[in-house]
């Protein structure tokens, strides 16, 4: 990807009473390198340099996969206009109006050795730490991959990464910060869930204690704390649920609340006099905020009430009013023998800001994932005892546990306290939430896990359904006919899914059919055949795949409606030179291989709009600009700019291959050359090619010349082994040049005259500015090799390269 570079003002004092501002340094917003605005430092050559997106690049989400959605009704259709809809235009106008629809969405380039963080963030907590700690990660990051709590909540952010693979999740704020972000993970049902971080600006921090985290954020340096999390380690946490009923055999009916403040325990459940001390905390936090904003000062607060309790002794009966089960044991006597004041229910070895009650001569280690729950049994001597590194009383460790209170009593879940009324209480487990931890050094790192394969249910759509209901998902989905599922990876692209497809032994699949994009805009929209290798599976589908069943009749009926609008349309016998006479007036697509091949299956009646104008670069006809948008690599230049089709309509946005290596049990750093790899490339052998790489073989060989497996596969136009080799070869393979000529893939694909490989060179970052040893740019070879129109669009393609700093800054 280009870098996006960034002014710096530095304002100089006059003499006069104006000050004078000069440009004195250049900074990339992605990756922080600096320039002195000097010829000697920064000149126009480094504009088209690759960015790598810094130190950070394996957890930031690229400029890339953020795609610009149009504005609702801003595209025009290809299908015929129904006059019985005009009556409930409005209605449905009024009722998507009160949905407000997202500016963009995620659509990530599934790459083994990238993480992507997104960080929600609770202004509130740590007093103005919340904020100032916004504004760094901003800077530091994805501005779109930070969120503040306070503006709806994490559901919004976790729904818009929903897709993204191996997706981790930084919680800025206390455990109560915490608790909310992995009970609307829950809700969400993700699958594989985010593993989830945890920075300290909370008052206890008792789960960024057991993680590794520490105790509060100590104004620690974002880049580090960012380059631990990119290093963390995964642990599970048992996760507790808790059914509360109310006691009908009580005799006393006491003021307190029917339900507890929370259902879920991530730290610990407790009852008595230390949630009677977070109660009173509680209100007098309410009634003045001011005074409580500092931990020191929370802190003398505890220490002040816990006294005042040591001398009334208030909860010195609650054995009395407490029956205990544990897993079907009756504890209530061992509860009765030590008088205990307190009873907590410890998930975590932290409690009450880093003490650590669970006594190790109990015999049994506390772990975060055993599915147990330590209980024990606090006095009021006790409490004060453990800030000095003292022990509580063990009771037991359980899996299910039966508490039935006969009098209102103070309890708190994770901080949340409330008085509750008699009630029996269950407790039993209810999951595990896969968290962050600290690792510690001497630990190796773990190998990226690979990636899981999702599964998908494919429905298809009958052509009068989509006619009728193209702007209705709800109806669309309801008449679609299950064709049956698959599991797919999330690597995998349009093509490998349609072969999959085809293999499906069911009576729904229809013989002439093409795929839908449901999860883009804000209707469903058709995929071109000819671009399917251009998209994965995650940009068009989410759960669901929809497939259309094609009719010729219907296409036929509607390239020659006028309904549509548009008198330039161009249908799939329009010869080359017709198309570009009219290319101002039509959609711009990807070529097939070959000439003869047809590049649409529809009409195009309407031009774009302004809207899709302003986010394509001028490309010649025939041929789509996928753009040099920032990818996760350096080399490689990825784009989703939205991609039109014949018929006026926006496909899914392009998806180009990262560079890295995704086959299972490979490596980078591979050692063992072969000319088998050259020779399956040049007899068009995908499937040795794929043998020899889980073999460990390199897809970095070279032969006599220099030239690697892709200046093979690129001359001969073998699409599927150089799209092959583009996701699975490392990075650098793009831009090799060969020992005889100095070429680079890209130059030797333009010398032959091979268009679709070079929109594929191009997307995956290859260098278009790069020279051979005449001092030929890939431009140059194509204009040589007499194909005019795939030198303007190499030219129209490292033109944009150069002007691309608005459109990535906008991003």
Same mark, same amino acid.
């Given at each position: 990807?280009?870098?996006?570079?960034?002014?710096?003002?530095?304002?100089?004092?006059?003499?006069?009473?104006?000050?004078?501002?000069?440009?004195? +340094?250049?900074?990339?917003?992605?990756?922080?390198?600096?320039?002195?605005?000097?010829?000697?430092?920064?000149?126009?050559?480094?504009?088209?340099?690759?960015?790598?997106?810094?130190?950070?690049?394996?957890?930031?989400?690229?400029?890339?996969?953020?795609?610009?959605?149009?504005?609702?009704?801003?595209?025009?259709?290809?299908?015929?206009?129904?006059?019985?809809?005009?009556?409930?235009?409005?209605?449905?106008?009024?009722?998507?109006?009160?949905?407000?629809?997202?500016?963009?969405?995620?659509?990530?380039?599934?790459?083994?050795?990238?993480?992507?963080?997104?960080?929600?963030?609770?202004?509130?907590?740590?007093?103005?730490?919340?904020?100032?700690?916004?504004?760094?990660? $901003? @800077?530091?990051?994805?501005?779109?991959?930070?969120?503040?709590?306070?503006?709806?909540?994490?559901?919004?952010?976790?729904?818009?990464?929903?897709?993204?693979?191996?997706?981790?999740?930084?919680?800025?704020?206390?455990?109560?910060?915490?608790? @909310?972000?992995?009970?609307?993970?829950?809700?969400?049902?993700?699958?594989?869930?985010?593993?989830?971080?945890?920075?300290?600006?909370?008052?206890?921090?008792?789960?960024?204690?057991?993680?590794?985290?520490?105790?509060?954020?100590?104004?620690?340096?974002?880049?580090?704390?960012?380059?631990?999390?990119?290093?963390?380690?995964?642990?599970?946490?048992?996760?507790?649920?808790?059914?509360?009923?109310?006691?009908?055999?009580?005799?006393?009916?006491?003021?307190?609340?029917?339900?507890?403040?929370?259902?879920?325990?991530?730290?610990?459940?407790?009852?008595?006099?230390?949630?009677?001390?977070?109660?009173?905390?509680?209100?007098?936090?309410?009634?003045?905020?001011?005074?409580?904003?500092?931990?020191?000062?929370?802190?003398?607060?505890?220490?002040?009430?816990?006294?005042?309790?040591?001398?009334?002794?208030? @909860?010195?009966?609650? *054995?009395?009013?407490?029956?205990?089960?544990?897993?079907?044991?009756?504890?209530?006597?061992?509860?009765?023998?030590?008088?205990?004041?307190?009873?907590?229910?410890?998930?975590?070895?932290?409690?009450?800001?880093?003490?650590?009650?669970?006594?190790?001569?109990?015999?049994?280690?506390?772990?975060?994932?055993?599915?147990?729950?330590?209980?024990?049994?606090?006095?009021?001597?006790?409490?004060?005892?453990?800030?000095?590194?003292?022990?509580?009383?063990?009771?037991?460790?359980?899996?299910?546990?039966?508490?039935?209170?006969?009098?209102?009593?103070?309890?708190?879940?994770?901080?949340?306290?409330?008085?509750?009324?008699?009630?029996?209480?269950?407790?039993?487990?209810?999951?595990? *939430?896969?968290?962050?931890?600290?690792?510690?050094?001497?630990?190796?790192?773990?190998?990226?896990?690979?990636?899981?394969?999702?599964?998908?249910?494919?429905?298809?759509?009958?052509? !009068?359904?989509?006619?009728?209901?193209?702007?209705?998902?709800?109806?669309?989905? $309801?008449?679609?006919?299950?064709?049956?599922?698959?599991?797919?990876?999330?690597?995998?692209?349009?093509?490998?899914?349609? +072969?999959?497809?085809?293999?499906?032994?069911?009576?729904?699949?229809?013989?002439?059919?093409?795929?839908?994009?449901?999860?883009?805009?804000?209707?469903?929209?058709?995929?071109?055949?000819?671009?399917?290798?251009?998209?994965?599976?995650?940009?068009?589908?989410?759960?669901?795949?929809?497939?259309?069943?094609?009719?010729?009749?219907?296409?036929?009926?509607?390239?020659?409606?006028?309904?549509?609008?548009?008198?330039?349309?161009?249908?799939?016998?329009?010869?080359?030179?017709?198309?570009?006479?009219?290319? $101002?007036?039509?959609?711009?697509?990807?070529?097939?291989?070959?000439?003869?091949?047809?590049?649409?299956?529809?009409?195009?009646?309407?031009?774009?709009?302004?809207?899709?104008?302003?986010?394509?670069?001028?490309?010649?006809?025939?041929?789509?600009?996928?753009?040099?948008?920032?990818?996760?690599? !350096?080399?490689?230049?990825?784009?989703?700019?939205?991609?039109?089709?014949?018929?006026?309509?926006?496909?899914?946005?392009?998806?180009?291959?990262?560079?890295?290596?995704?086959?299972?049990?490979?490596?980078?750093?591979?050692?063992?050359?072969?000319?088998?790899?050259?020779?399956?490339?040049?007899?068009?052998?995908?499937?040795?090619?794929?043998?020899?790489?889980?073999?460990?073989?390199?897809?970095?060989?070279?032969?006599?010349?220099?030239?690697?497996?892709?200046?093979?596969?690129?001359?001969?136009?073998?699409?599927?082994?150089?799209?092959?080799?583009?996701?699975?070869?490392?990075?650098?393979?793009?831009?090799?040049?060969?020992?005889?000529?100095? $070429?680079?893939?890209?130059?030797?694909?333009?010398? +032959?005259?091979?268009?679709?490989?070079?929109?594929?060179?191009?997307?995956?970052?290859?260098?278009?500015?790069?020279?051979?040893?005449?001092?030929?740019?890939?431009?140059?070879?194509?204009?040589?090799?007499?194909?005019?129109?795939?030198?303007?669009?190499?030219?129209?393609?490292?033109?944009?390269?150069?002007?691309?700093?608005?459109?990535?800054?906008?991003?």
């Amino acid at each position: 990807m280009s870098a996006a570079w960034r002014s710096v003002l530095q304002s100089f004092q006059s003499k006069l009473s104006f000050s004078n501002k000069e440009i004195v +340094a250049l900074s990339c917003s992605w990756c922080k390198t600096s320039y002195h605005n000097k010829e000697a430092c920064f000149n126009l050559t480094r504009i088209g340099e690759e960015c790598t997106l810094g130190s950070h690049k394996t957890i930031v989400v690229p400029p890339s996969w953020i795609v610009k959605l149009p504005r609702r009704g801003s595209f025009k259709s290809s299908l015929r206009k129904s006059p019985k809809k005009k009556g409930s235009s409005k209605k449905k106008s009024k009722e998507k109006a009160e949905k407000e629809p997202r500016a963009f969405v995620i659509k990530p380039i599934p790459t083994a050795n990238v993480r992507p963080v997104i960080v929600f963030i609770n202004p509130k907590s740590g007093g103005n730490q919340g904020v100032k700690l916004l504004q760094k990660f $901003q @800077w530091h990051l994805n501005p779109r991959q930070v969120f503040d709590l306070t503006q709806g909540g994490p559901k919004m952010g976790l729904e818009l990464f929903r897709k993204v693979p191996n997706l981790r999740v930084l919680a800025c704020g206390g455990d109560g910060t915490v608790g @909310w972000v992995l009970s609307v993970l829950d809700q969400l049902t993700f699958h594989p869930p985010p593993a989830v971080g945890v920075l300290p600006l909370g008052t206890g921090n008792d789960l960024a204690r057991a993680l590794g985290w520490g105790g509060g954020y100590t104004d620690e340096p974002i880049s580090k704390i960012l380059s631990n999390i990119g290093n963390s380690e995964t642990v599970l946490l048992d996760r507790w649920q808790l059914k509360v009923e109310k006691n009908n055999d009580a005799k006393e009916k006491g003021d307190g609340k029917e339900q507890l403040p929370l259902s879920v325990v991530n730290n610990y459940f407790s009852m008595g006099v230390d949630a009677h001390i977070a109660l009173e905390f509680h209100e007098a936090r309410e009634a003045h905020p001011e005074r409580f904003n500092s931990r020191l000062r929370n802190k003398m607060f505890y220490g002040q009430m816990g006294g005042k309790d040591l001398v009334r002794r208030k @909860w010195k009966g609650l *054995a009395e009013l407490v029956t205990l089960e544990c897993d079907g044991k009756d504890m209530t006597p061992k509860l009765k023998d030590h008088r205990v004041h307190a009873i907590v229910f410890l998930n975590i070895p932290s409690y009450g800001g880093g003490t650590h009650p669970w006594n190790r001569a109990f015999g049994i280690e506390q772990a975060t994932d055993d599915g147990l729950i330590e209980v024990v049994g606090l006095t009021t001597y006790q409490l004060p005892l453990l800030q000095a590194g003292g022990h509580g009383t063990c009771i037991a460790q359980c899996r299910t546990a039966r508490i039935v209170t006969s009098k209102t009593i103070p309890m708190q879940v994770d901080g949340e306290a409330c008085k509750l009324e008699p009630s029996v209480i269950t407790l039993s487990l209810l999951n595990q *939430a896969t968290m962050l931890a600290k690792r510690r050094g001497g630990r190796p790192q773990t190998q990226a896990a690979a990636q899981e394969s999702v599964r998908v249910t494919v429905l298809k759509i009958n052509m !009068p359904d989509y006619e009728q209901h193209h702007y209705e998902k709800e109806l669309l989905a $309801q008449a679609a006919l299950v064709v049956g599922e698959l599991d797919v990876s999330p690597a995998a692209d349009l093509e490998q899914v349609r +072969a999959m497809i085809s293999k499906l032994e069911s009576p729904n699949v229809p013989p002439d059919w093409c795929f839908v994009d449901s999860c883009t805009a804000e209707r469903f929209f058709r995929v071109d055949r000819a671009q399917e290798h251009l998209h994965y599976l995650m940009d068009i589908a989410g759960d669901q795949l929809f497939i259309l069943e094609e009719v010729a009749d219907v296409q036929d009926a509607a390239g020659g409606s006028g309904g549509s609008g548009g008198s330039g349309a161009a249908t799939k016998d329009v010869s080359r030179e017709t198309s570009q006479e009219t290319s $101002q007036d039509v959609s711009q697509e990807v070529l097939s291989p070959s000439d003869d091949q047809s590049t649409s299956d529809r009409a195009s009646p309407d031009p774009l709009t302004d809207d899709a104008k302003e986010t394509h670069a001028a490309a010649p006809a025939g041929l789509a600009a996928p753009g040099p948008a920032p990818g996760p690599a !350096p080399g490689t230049h990825h784009s989703y700019t939205p991609v039109y089709s014949a018929d006026g309509v926006p496909y899914s946005s392009f998806a180009g291959h990262a560079g890295g290596d995704t086959a299972a049990g490979s490596s980078h750093l591979l050692e063992k050359s072969s000319e088998e790899v050259l020779r399956a490339s040049r007899e068009n052998d995908l499937r040795r090619l794929r043998e020899l790489h889980q073999q460990g073989f390199s897809m970095l060989s070279i032969d006599a010349v220099g030239q690697t497996a892709l200046h093979i596969s690129a001359r001969a136009d073998h699409r599927d082994i150089v799209k092959y080799l583009l996701a699975n070869a490392p990075p650098s393979i793009v831009d090799i040049p060969d020992t005889e000529r100095g $070429q680079t893939a890209l130059q030797v694909a333009a010398a +032959a005259a091979r268009r679709s490989v070079c929109c594929l060179l191009v997307a995956a970052g290859a260098s278009l500015i790069v020279r051979d040893r005449q001092g030929r740019t890939a431009k140059q070879l194509a204009r040589a090799a007499g194909d005019e129109t795939l030198a303007d669009y190499l030219d129209s393609q490292e033109r944009f390269h150069l002007v691309t700093e608005d459109v990535e800054t906008i991003v």
